[in-house]
């Protein structure tokens, strides 16, 4: 007895001593880029969470970001957080970067940034130089500016640009434009470059677009792409009058961008060139708004570029970021491209050459348009992929819609039917909105070729009036100020939209004191844009508007503007009842075939339960945020507005778990591994389409 004894404690010291020795069996797994990785393929190689034990999911941790607007519920978070070596890098509900412990979820630091004008982040972007006593640095854009903060302390890097950040307004100034610039979509590293877009206004009097990268130790500019090209630059020609660059901006990089790091290719979607629904100001095809365009990553030079929607009026710049994977044609293994849009499409090219991997046809549209606007004759439209219905007629109509007849007569004096009408005077409706179809969410990838892409399909109608001239210097009342700068999207009645995404505005001075709507106006919140370009006489003409004062403030505006038009809103269609008026699903969740570009399927994603309780099948919801896809064959995604969080099974797009978040999550979640144990986390702010915000990151685990 007393041999096998020490038998067993020889081998028990044996396998102490070589356990010390080993390496982990199981290394951390990263999360440590948005979405994921350079290619934004939302995938990751973990499988302890799997389609057998995905039920016992649970709570693991939860963070309060703090910050959360639990007044008006406008505050949003929509971040993809980054996980770099146990430590998790997130934004908060107003606007801080902060790091965790990603095991407990305990506070490691967290800013104190009062300059960030209004930003709703969708997280951070890491970055180190390797070395033994790396420099390792979060990159965040707050307002217009880009901080490089220390990855250990969260303090500013004083020696990176001004004192720890960039101003991204310099060297986007034309004539005539406003202020507002940001970047609220993690950027792209690449060596030692950060290569950045940005966000600027969707008006006559946005910034340029300009493509920048910059050195990230020092913060200087390296080099610029002109998305509005000068003169000697190609694409200078699709533009009248010249030089463009003086009178328009947009044309921006705002949704992200993919890196291919072996070849040194960046591949980055553009925007609209402002004004988004009328270009009578800016005829011809207007490259390079509305692109896939490919870099050099080192130069930024142009390798290729694909115009999605030529002369864009209708807001169609492509949603998210691109997606790189390899796909497999004739027997031949390609390393592709794929980029989702707004409209349902998914264009797909070789990610070297550019060319086209499905059939696209160039296809003549109506030519339809309100005076002084002219169109481009044709549009591409592929044969496919696609995911989303491409049209609205009143047989669309839902069969439990109220009011129908009267639906029924508002769309037949509407315009309807089919992709690309121009806007009139007349109500035009667009099918998917304005919003999508794809949205900033993106898709997911998987190593075997298979795109998972949410998308919303809810009618939104809107249509073209008069703008009232004005000279620069001219006196205008409040009411005509609001006009120019909120109608649009708050409504000329203030209403707002039905989903609350544009909220009403009657009885404001009710809810918010006079200095607390002009900080909303300084620094913005959620969808709505900082206005702290407007002098301050035009802001207080505008409060004054607002809280319906027997006397109101005239002021002599400060730009002009060579639009004579402006929209009616972004009228998301919903009945009485306050449902969508078309047929569902409203959200879908489905999975393409990339190598055959067929459909294999789609789900409804989110439900209304008070309609499954009335016997209606899953309808499906509006929807924000994108998918994660897991080596062991599953799908997780939030997005939905009934504050769902649910895993399905990409085999066959059967749901197989849900749980209750604290707040909708509309961002895209993210997993990770640490000793062994795998997580995914996902950030609650909702704050849109009716719901409430929250400040909350929830970790999920097995027991």
Same mark, same amino acid.
Not at 29 to 36: F, I, L, P, Q
Not at 310 to 317: A, E, L, Q, T
């Given at each position: ?117 209004? /930003? ?126 003086? %009178? ?21 979607? /553009? ?38 929607? %030529? ?23 390609? &390393? ?261 570009? &067929? ?105």
């Amino acid at each position: 007895m007393k041999y096998l004894l020490l038998y067993a404690l020889t081998i028990g010291a044996f396998v102490f001593l070589e356990n010390q020795f080993l390496p982990d069996p199981t290394p951390d797994t990263n999360w440590a880029e948005y979405n994921g990785d350079g290619t934004r393929s939302h995938y990751s190689p973990l499988t302890q969470i799997a389609p057998q034990n995905v039920h016992q999911l649970q709570v693991a941790w939860t963070y309060s970001s703090g910050g959360a607007d639990t007044v008006l519920n406008r505050t949003q978070m929509q971040c993809n957080p980054i996980v770099i070596d146990g430590t998790l890098y997130g934004v908060s509900a107003n606007t801080q970067a902060f790091a965790l412990d990603a095991a407990t979820g305990q506070e490691r630091w967290k800013t104190s940034i009062s300059d960030n004008g209004g /930003t709703t982040s969708r997280g951070v972007t890491y970055w180190t130089d390797g070395t033994p006593n790396a420099d390792n640095r979060i990159f965040f854009g707050a307002g217009k500016w880009l901080y490089a903060l220390d990855a250990r302390t969260g303090k500013p890097i004083e020696s990176f640009g001004e004192q720890g950040r960039i101003d991204l307004k310099k060297g986007l100034e034309r004539p005539g434009a406003d202020n507002y610039v940001l970047s609220n979509t993690p950027n792209t590293i690449f060596k030692n470059l950060i290569i950045v877009g940005v966000r600027v206004a969707e008006s006559e009097t946005a910034l340029l677009g300009d493509i920048r990268a910059y050195d990230t130790r020092t913060g200087k500019l390296v080099w610029t792409f002109h998305t509005i090209p000068q003169a000697g630059e190609f694409g200078y020609e699709t533009w009248s009058p010249r030089p463009a660059r003086q %009178h328009i901006g947009g044309a921006n990089a705002w949704a992200g961008m993919a890196i291919d790091r072996q070849r040194g290719i960046v591949y980055i979607p /553009t925007g609209s060139a402002a004004y988004d629904f009328y270009g009578g100001n800016r005829k011809g095809n207007n490259l390079f708004a509305n692109c896939l365009l490919a870099l050099d990553a080192s130069t930024g030079k142009r390798l290729w570029h694909y115009q999605l929607v %030529h002369h864009d009026v209708w807001d169609r710049d492509p949603p998210a970021p691109p997606n790189l994977l390899t796909i497999v044609q004739n027997g031949k293994r390609i &390393d592709a491209v794929a980029q989702i849009t707004k409209q349902g499409y998914v264009f797909v090219f070789d990610r070297v050459t550019g060319k086209l991997l499905f059939p696209t046809n160039e296809q003549p549209v109506s030519q339809q348009a309100i005076a002084g606007e002219q169109l481009s004759p044709t549009q591409p439209i592929p044969v496919k992929p696609y995911f989303s219905r491409q049209s609205f007629t009143e047989k669309d109509f839902n069969s439990f819609v109220a009011n129908r007849d009267s639906l029924i007569a508002v769309l037949r004096k509407g315009r309807t039917g089919k992709a690309y009408i121009p806007l009139t005077q007349d109500m035009t409706v667009f099918f998917p909105g304005t919003d999508g179809g794809g949205q900033w969410g993106g898709a997911a990838t998987d190593p075997e070729g298979t795109l998972y892409v949410p998308s919303k399909e809810i009618p939104v109608y809107t249509s073209l009036v008069k703008r009232e001239q004005n000279t620069s210097g001219s006196a205008l009342t409040g009411a005509k100020l609001y006009g120019l700068r909120c109608a649009a999207c708050h409504g000329a009645d203030r209403r707002g939209n039905h989903d609350g995404s544009y909220p009403s505005l009657i009885g404001i001075d009710k809810r918010l004191s006079d200095g607390q709507i002009n900080q909303l106006l300084l620094k913005g919140r959620g969808m709505m844009p900082s206005f702290v370009h407007l002098p301050e006489a035009e802001r207080k003409a505008i409060i004054d508007f607002l809280d319906q004062k027997a006397v109101q403030s005239t002021v002599a505006t400060t730009q002009q503007t060579d639009v004579p038009y402006q929209h009616t809103g972004y009228n998301r269609w919903y009945d009485a009842n306050g449902y969508p008026v078309s047929t569902p699903p409203w959200g879908t969740l489905t999975a393409i075939d990339l190598n055959t570009g &067929d459909r294999r399927w789609q789900v409804p994603l989110g439900e209304y339960p008070e309609l499954t309780k009335r016997g209606v099948p899953l309808t499906g919801t509006d929807n924000y945020g994108g998918p994660l896809v897991t080596a062991s064959k599953l799908l997780f995604i939030a997005a939905s507005r009934d504050e769902q969080f649910r895993v399905f099974d990409v085999k066959t797009g059967k749901q197989l778990w849900q749980a209750k978040l604290p707040a909708a999550g509309y961002a895209s979640p993210s997993t990770y591994s640490i000793k062994g144990k795998q997580f995914v986390v996902i950030a609650c702010g909702g704050g849109k389409l009716n719901t409430k915000s929250g400040d909350k990151y929830v970790a999920f685990s097995l027991p």
